[in-house]
């Protein structure tokens, strides 16, 4: 079909694709062109064997030197991770077994220094599956070289109520206009252990 923008109508393409792990989502245009079909862009779909978990990290924007004992599940959205000790590769797990997330922002601004504090905050409040969490500790971290805003806090699983603690790291890079987020998840009694981990 076509796509107004601004006006001016071209011709777009989308495509779905159901594969065995999930769904893709296709899409063509060509800006400037009046008339045509942008499906022709599209010269075919073939489903590949998903990459072992050393080649999915190795394809995404940052590395990790060290897994400290922890496993890749499987990352996202090509710039994302999600890692675990525990045996279920699954976050829905992660209220009863320790797992981390660590994601690069995409397409977002970076809040300016005075408003860090806030905007990391916020994202912990936010944090799907653990409502109310309560600060147990706050602090200015250094990784890798980039500034960071590290919150500590105790949360209840939505899901189950299992006692959690939570740890959100949120590392600045202002040249690069961009954000890392790390969010380790543990439960509660198991912290003295996990919270090493999830450091290393």
């Known amino acids: ?92 797990e992660a209220p009863r077994q320790p797992v981390m997330i660590i ?16 905007f990391a905050l916020r994202a912990l409040n936010e944090f799907d599956g653990y409502p109310e969490p ?3 500790s706050t602090a200015t971290v250094e990784v890798a070289g980039l500034p960071g805003i590290e919150h500590v806090a105790d949360a209840v699983s939505a899901g189950d109520g299992t006692p959690a603690r939570l740890v959100q790291t949120i590392l600045f890079d202002g040249e690069a206009g961009i954000y890392y987020r790390i969010v380790g998840i543990s439960p509660r009694a198991e912290w003295a252990e996990n919270g090493p981990v999830f450091a290393a």
């Open 103 to 118: 994601a690069r922002s995409v397409g977002a601004s970076l809040p300016s220094e005075p408003l860090r504090g806030d």
């Open 134 to 136: 309560e600060i147990v």
């Open 1 to 92: 079909g076509t796509q107004t923008v601004q006006g001016r109508s071209f011709p777009k393409c989308v495509v779905v694709f159901g594969g065995r792990g999930g769904t893709g989502l296709f899409s063509a245009q060509k800006p400037g062109v009046e008339s045509g079909d942008a499906c022709d862009l599209i010269s075919g779909i073939a489903e590949r064997e998903e990459p072992e978990p050393g080649a999915q990290l190795a394809a995404l924007p940052f590395a990790l030197d060290s897994l400290a004992g922890m496993r890749v599940v499987r990352t996202f959205a090509g710039n994302g991770a999600l890692l675990t000790r525990g045996p279920a590769d699954t976050l829905e």
